[in-house]
């Protein structure tokens, strides 16, 4: 959920201060709720505030670049969406 309402869109895109949570009595709960206990995530983004007791998240600011763990060239992503 963003912002209290459900979002369907894999590719949604969250605006700076957009609360991402879960919903109230989704099964998603536990497995969160597990991985907290068990510290399988990495480290939380700059970009994001995270409040354990409510399992819901803040977006603080942009994405910086450098954060992302992927190896990704954006040209050959240009590149290929223009052919279309």
Known sequence: MVNGKVV???SFHC????V???KPKSTSQ???KNNIENKRFGDIPTHLKFDESKLSGTVTNYCDR???????????VIEYYSRK
């Open 15 to 18: 605006r700076i201060n957009d």
């Open 30 to 32: 536990t497995v969160i």
């Open 20 to 22: 991402i949570e879960i």
């Open 66 to 76: 450098n954060e992302l763990l992927l190896e990704l060239d954006e040209l050959l």
């Open 8 to 10: 369907s869109i894999p």
